[in-house]
């Protein structure tokens, strides 16, 4: 049972209990994160005041600019992960390909591997607009104590074991589910504590906010141009209102407290989207399911998708059950 000012350390203790027979490695893996994500709060927060922001100079694999925050940010979650030997595999979205981690005894031990975002949104720092970290854990195929291999990493997203985001905002919040709900802290800056502030998320099941980047309009499949213009109707409790940060990690958090769906489709231009299926999309899918949510890629299931490729992109609906739904409906009526 959360209780009131209960620290994210007590949290983690506490709900050791929902892994029966665990030897505590998830919580530790936990404990690491959530420190990195400090550090990374820090950086972010003072962007504006050093010559931190702006382009790197150097593009990531799939061809975008990288910010400098980024690469700090990518560089601090795999630096607390490797020195704390708490996984033997991270896999990035600013990396090519995964790293194995194979300890100071070279025969890693541990079972659990993290995929990430380290800075999602990272286009809107020079702007001061929020920005995300996003995380994703599974617990390795291949045995224990042998190199990571990357089946590790393609693996479907309802294997996940756990999954959240850090939201740098007006506040800084650390989002997570190990599977049993999801529960949000937010950060005492004074303090350097995460601290329980949204017990028990839940999507509501349906809403009035709609987020997807209209620009690609004329690009988007008929059935999300359908249901755009659906969304845009006077009848009922429509219009709806739409809110596009261009933050996935704002736009389904504040989705997820007011009721709304986030999209973001195929289109003429980008046959997949542009959302990645192992960072971005599998560990929001397991947020928004289990807060009463649903994901999909307009016509199934996200967490059913096998991975083929570490990078793979994945078009992405996300939100209210009943707002995912109807979109859904659109899809289907369309094809
Ligand atoms: P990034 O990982 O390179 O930052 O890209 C992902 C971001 C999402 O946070 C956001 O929803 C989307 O890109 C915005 O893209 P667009 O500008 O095409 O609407
Ligand atoms: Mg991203």
Redesign the pocket.
């Known amino acids: 049972m959360p209780k009131p000012n209960q620290t994210l350390g007590e949290f983690i203790i506490e709900n050791q209990a929902d892994f029966p027979g665990s030897s505590g490695e998830l919580s530790r893996l936990i404990n690491s994160l959530r420190l990195a994500a400090k550090v990374v709060n820090h950086e972010v927060n003072k962007a504006g005041l050093v010559d931190i922001i702006g382009a790197y100079g150097e593009t990531n694999v799939?061809g975008?600019d990288q910010q400098k925050l980024d690469v700090y940010a990518n560089n601090k979650f795999i630096q607390t992960l490797t020195n704390r030997e708490i996984v033997c595999g991270i896999a990035s979205?600013e990396n090519d390909d995964f790293i194995q981690i194979k300890g100071h005894k070279g025969d890693n031990q541990n079972k659990y591997v993290v995929l990430m975002?380290p800075?999602?949104?990272?286009?809107n720092i020079d702007v001061n607009v929020s920005v995300?970290t996003i995380f994703s854990i599974y617990q390795r195929v291949t045995p224990v104590g042998t190199p990571v291999q990357i089946e590790d990493f393609l693996q479907p997203g309802n294997k996940q074991v756990a999954a959240g985001y850090i939201i740098y905002g007006t506040s800084t919040m650390l989002v997570y589910t190990t599977g049993h709900g999801v529960n949000g802290f937010t950060l005492n800056p004074a303090l350097g504590s995460w601290y329980l502030s949204h017990p028990d998320m839940q999507f509501p099941e349906d809403g009035q906010i709609y987020s997807i980047?209209e620009?690609?309009y004329v690009h988007f499949p008929q059935g999300v141009k359908d249901y755009i213009k659906w969304c845009q109707q006077e009848e009922g409790n429509r219009p709806y209102t739409s809110r596009?940060?261009?933050?996935?990690?704002s736009?389904i958090h504040r989705n997820m407290i007011k009721g709304g769906i986030?999209m973001?489709p195929k289109s003429s231009k980008a046959s997949d989207g542009?959302?990645?299926l192992l960072y971005?999309c599998n560990p929001m899918a397991f947020l928004t399911e289990q807060a009463g949510g649903k994901a999909s890629d307009g016509f199934k299931r996200i967490l059913d998708i096998k991975p083929t490729e570490l990078h793979q992109r994945v078009p992405f609906f996300c939100g209210s059950r009943k707002m995912v739904e109807k979109a859904e409906e659109f899809m289907a009526k369309a094809e």
């Not at 800075?119 to 286009?123: K, R, V």
């Not at 596009?244 to 990690?249: C, D, F, K, L, N």
């Open positions: 799939q975008e979205e975002d800075l999602d949104g990272s286009s995300g980047n620009g690609n596009y940060i261009g933050s996935m990690v736009d986030f973001y542009k959302l990645r971005e």
